[in-house]
């Protein structure tokens, strides 16, 4: 590398075989002050990689003498660190899905949108060769962590929509983030959105925004959570519990990448990288028709699985003494250890809760033991385990069971408002802390706060 490398020019290949669209591609190089170098087909774009150093490819997905997917697959294969974006035929949906499956960095449609164009360009060059590893809270050191942590670098470098599928509580929001971080989109903002926690009438406004006058109650004009994202990432969080209705809508938004809020006339251009994630089995939600299976195949581009905390071995232990530190800190208590029968008890047990689960569980003993070693009872696990003891013995079971027969909604009304209430009480009326305890978002226990009345 030369000594003026930092100061030259950042370098386009570009590959197409229509002359118009290489000098549009050229010229929108040239006013973004990059150097373009012009290929007409897959020959001329490797002899171009033999001779040159690029930071970025467009090729169209059809050349003369091969696909755009060759060109890919050749980039992956010989130049790892250059990202490759595919045109593709308007409307042609399987193509793009193919191309980012192969590793393409992000894909276009024809008629080209110069504004995405742009946008497109910009965020493969914040890459610039390399990003950080921003893997920063995800503890673990089994092998299945390590295969996480290596995908998410690897996705880091994409515009595909990952899909990550896990379990409750295994910490799927965090891997998320950590994509985020080591992308380039990082100095975008980061919007997490629970996608059961909207009620189904308010779903278009919270995701596409409104304008003032346009249903009662819109007193003024409100962005919503896909311009909020603008530039970065947004990650739909339980995305199964979508209505079928606003799957079509969140499809159309992410071909078209452009959103219409609620009373508008027009259109709003976003540039968005969408993440999704859910603990349900989203292929077999889509083979029974209750998620659509183009949205399907579009946000499952690249699936992330997350193991379940009862898979990763010693990482409980791991896990278990940054809780400790955790919450002595943070209620100002001498430090804590395991005793060795507690050690053993956390690594036998299945943690159906997992990550969250563990956290609840040390955060209780941390709260409630006074000794400075906590012991396998400190624990109490039978109160967190699976239900798998007999009605008489498990009180969770023997609740249902005792229920008298009778209108089915109002007695689960009751059951759930009893235990919002006792979780209340428990943590001293900390919503956070109460939400924490009971496996819900903050977004979520507010709901059902509002819709039982409690308050």
């Known amino acids: 590398m030369s000594s003026n490398d930092g100061q030259r020019k950042k370098r386009l290949l570009i590959v197409d075989d229509e002359p118009d669209l290489r000098e549009l591609l050229s010229m929108t190089a040239d006013a973004m002050g990059l150097e373009a170098t012009l290929a007409p087909d897959l020959s001329g774009a490797r002899d171009a990689l033999g001779n040159d150093r690029f930071d970025l490819c467009l090729t169209d997905m059809r050349l003369p003498d091969g696909d755009g997917l060759e060109l890919v697959s050749l980039i992956q294969g010989h130049f790892p660190g250059l990202p490759v974006a595919v045109i593709t035929a308007h409307g042609s949906v399987e193509s793009a899905v193919m191309a980012l499956k192969n590793g393409a960095f992000d894909f276009l449609s024809k008629p080209l949108d110069l504004n995405n164009l742009r946008n497109i360009i910009a965020t493969a060059l914040q890459l610039d060769g390399a990003v950080p590893a921003a893997q920063d809270g995800l503890l673990g050191e089994s092998t299945v962590m390590d295969t996480v942590r290596d995908i998410i670098s690897r996705v880091a470098r994409s515009q595909a929509p990952v899909h990550i599928r896990g379990e409750s509580g295994t910490g799927k929001e965090l891997v998320a983030r950590m994509i985020h971080e080591a992308s380039g989109r990082r100095e975008g903002a980061f919007v997490p959105v629970n996608c059961g926690a909207i009620p189904p009438e308010l779903m278009e406004s919270e995701f596409f925004g409104h304008r003032k006058g346009s249903f009662t109650g819109a007193v003024s004009d409100k962005e919503g959570l896909f311009q909020a994202a603008d530039g970065g990432t947004l990650f739909l969080d339980e995305i199964a519990d ?214």
Do not use: W
């Open 242 to 455: 979508l209505p079928l209705p606003m799957q079509v809508k969140l499809l159309r938004v992410i071909q078209e990448k452009k959103v219409r809020p609620v009373g508008a006339s027009g259109e709003t251009a976003v540039d968005v990288r969408i993440l999704s994630a859910t603990h349900q089995d989203l292929a077999a939600l889509s083979k029974a028709h209750k998620f659509r299976e183009d949205l399907y195949y579009r946000v499952n581009v690249i699936e992330l699985p997350v193991p379940p905390l009862r898979e990763r071995g010693d990482d409980i232990l791991l896990l278990a003494k940054a809780f400790l530190a955790k919450y002595a800190s943070r209620y100002d208590a001498p430090a804590k250890s395991l005793s060795g029968a507690a050690a053993d008890t956390l690594r036998h047990y299945t943690f159906p809760g997992n990550v969250r689960e563990l956290e609840n569980i040390i955060e209780r003993a941390v709260t409630l033991c006074p000794n400075a070693v906590l012991d396998a009872n400190d624990l109490r696990l039978e109160t967190a385990e699976p239900l798998r003891k007999d009605a008489d013995a498990d009180p969770a079971r023997a609740a249902v069971t005792n229920v008298k027969a009778g209108p089915l909604t109002p007695q689960l009304e009751d059951v759930e408002r009893q235990a919002i209430v006792e979780a209340l009480e428990q943590t001293r009326y900390n919503k956070t802390a109460a939400a924490k305890l009971l496996g819900l978002t903050f977004r979520q226990l507010r709901y059902r706060i509002k819709k039982l009345n409690i308050e």
